[in-house]
């Protein structure tokens, strides 16, 4: 804690501040029983407050021996050196105890649910029904403490950069564009709903075009979509956009914010600038447009290499326009069970199978597929792959859509079969030049692959599968932690990409009248990017789940055991929305 408290009754110092060079000094504290020893003259209870632990020692009180965990006192007494025989090297205030000479009981509690001095599992739906409770763990303090200083570097870097912080609203519009939206019914305009904000996308923008120039919002934002381990129904967002800017500019000013946050949060990464790859170049290397670069196995194109070998799977997959992409996977001895297993893997993404092959201590292929390939090629995969004896080398062959992403879980696989990534490395890197759109197969139609409001490279769209956008993603450790753009700043380019997209003429102009409109008032070139809190928090923290970095967070199928919500509401109250459920 970086200042006292204002003394009253109650407290006078944070009892995880006090220290050594405090002994002798007389002090009050408040917290919570942590843990209680009773040696029958002497009580020992470790006192826990927002700061930290300090031990107190009770001497011929005997309402002490009454004193049970969680119990809220407050003491006073004399701040004592410890022998240094009983010094505590695992706590902060392990050199001082406090000798109490008179205390106070504020609360009484009964036992809890689960322990709260111990480092246990326990069950997570028990943890969230008593979240006040685990929120008083020290993984659970650490964590909302981490929260609060990666969003204070966030708030210090922008406004010492002449940003503004700007409110937009939560009751808005539902647009066509992302997730389902969470609707709100109007009482005032019966039949009618409001949709809670997906981003704050739009009102960004106007706000450049209103010449307000930097902007930014720790923003809340809900989808209507499936949770898991990195998504809530509500989530939070760093929100910023700037006027009279081009890309650079903007990563930039990420670069600021995030070093800012790694700092406060003592995340260890290099100074920016940090790397940028192109999304082609990041599919082609790893399969992923969110690539974990802490470790090798690369991909690579193979395709030319093995072209004309008599292994008829790789010979139809190229003659009808696919690739043939493999990973060397280094000196790895896998049983057949093994390497159906791959398979299983790249069988998720659409791939039919892997063909594994080994170098054998000649320098050459053995296995079943080893008879298919002609010295020459043999001699070429091997070196494109830089293969050595007793490497295993896996292939897939597939459109090179389907192939990039099955390697790109493939090695993920690999990596963390083999304990192949360093955990005490992290990596941060920025994606751009992304396709501007992206075919649904679903819908047959092409969509946005970041938004309608993404500005395009260049301005024919004739031919949507080659047209590239001004979008980028900041990504760490393999995880996206946020992604932005340079927006549209025209209407006939906006309209044009309504088009694509399949919005006709009406339905856009019903549904974003007020941004077309404002496009034609001289609307700057604009962009920003929206980082995702929770994400960044839990990648700082360590944690597998957003839900261990968010105070008061929904369960996996998006219920809070905590308030019993969503639940149902009483009739008169459907009726006065002009309401009814099924």
């Not at 001082?96 to 009981?105: N, R």
């Not at 409001?194 to 809900?222: D, H, N, T, V, W």
């Not at 192939?403 to 963390?416: H, K, N, P, S």
Request: proline share 6%; charged share 25%.
């Amino acid at each position: 804690m970086k200042n006292p408290p204002a003394p009253n009754r109650y407290r006078t110092r944070w009892a995880g501040d006090l220290s050594s060079v405090d002994v002798g000094e007389e002090v009050r504290v408040a917290g919570w029983v942590h843990r209680r020893r009773d040696h029958g003259g002497l009580v020992f209870i470790d006192l826990r407050d927002r700061s930290g632990l300090l031990q107190l020692v009770f001497h011929g009180l005997d309402d002490a021996h009454d004193l049970r965990s969680e119990w809220a006192i407050s003491a006073h007494g004399k701040l004592l050196a410890r022998d240094a025989e009983n010094v505590n090297p695992n706590l902060a205030t392990g050199e001082i105890e406090l000798a109490v000479d008179e205390f106070e009981v504020l609360a009484s509690s009964p036992t809890p649910p689960f322990p709260l001095d111990e480092d246990v599992t326990v069950d997570e739906m028990l943890r969230l029904r008593y979240r006040s409770l685990d929120l008083r763990r020290e993984a659970m303090r650490d964590a909302i403490l981490m929260r609060h200083a990666i969003v204070t570097a966030i708030r210090d870097t922008l406004n010492a950069r002449d940003f503004l912080e700007i409110e937009t609203p939560i009751l808005t519009k539902a647009t066509p564009e992302g997730a389902r939206d969470f609707l709100v019914p109007a009482r005032t305009s019966p039949g009618n709903f409001y949709a809670l904000p997906q981003s704050p996308q739009l009102f960004k923008q106007l706000l450049m075009m209103a010449g307000y120039e930097r902007y930014y919002q720790i923003a809340r934002c809900f989808r209507d979509e499936d949770t898991r381990a990195d998504r809530q129904p509500e989530f939070t967002q760093l929100d910023l956009e700037m006027a009279f800017v081009t890309e650079e500019e903007v990563l930039e000013t990420t670069e600021a914010v995030m070093s800012a946050v790694f700092a406060a949060a003592g995340f260890p990464v290099a100074d920016p600038p940090w790397p940028q790859l192109r999304f082609a170049e990041a599919m082609a290397r790893y399969g992923s447009d969110r690539p974990d670069t802490r470790f090798g196995l690369e991909i690579h194109d193979v395709s030319d290499v093995v072209r004309g070998s008599e292994f008829k799977v790789f010979e139809s997959v190229l003659a009808a326009g696919g690739v043939v992409r493999a990973i060397n996977a280094g000196a790895r001895d896998l049983s057949r069970a093994q390497q159906d297993g791959l398979s299983e893997v790249v069988q998720r993404f659409g791939a039919k199978a892997v063909a594994p092959i080994y170098v054998d201590s000649d320098g050459g292929f053995s296995g079943n597929l080893a008879k298919f390939f002609s010295p020459g090629a043999v001699e070429a995969v091997l070196r494109e792959l830089s293969g050595s004896a007793g490497d295993l080398l896996l292939f897939v062959a597939d459109q090179e859509h389907v192939a990039a992403r099955a390697l790109g879980a493939l090695r993920l696989e690999l990596a963390e079969r083999f304990g192949l990534i360093d955990r005490s490395r992290h990596d941060v890197l920025f994606v751009r030049d992304f396709p501007m759109f992206e075919w649904s197969e679903g819908e047959d139609r092409w969509t946005a692959m970041h938004h309608p409001f993404t500005a395009p490279v260049g301005d024919d769209f004739t031919e949507p599968a080659k047209l590239l956008s001004r979008g980028y993603d900041l990504v760490c450790d393999g995880v996206e932690l946020g992604g932005g753009s340079i927006r549209i700043n025209t209407p006939e380019v906006q309209e044009q990409v309504f088009k694509v997209i399949g919005l006709s003429e009406q339905d856009a102009r019903e549904r974003f009248g007020f941004l077309l409109d404002a496009l034609c008032y001289g609307a700057p070139p604009h962009g920003g990017i929206a980082l995702g809190i929770d994400r960044i928090v839990a990648i700082c923290a360590g944690r597998e789940t957003i839900r261990e970095v968010i105070a008061f967070p929904k369960t996996a199928t998006g219920v809070d055991p905590l308030t019993g919500a969503p639940a149902p509401v009483d009739a008169g109250t459907l009726r006065e929305l002009g309401l009814r459920t099924l």
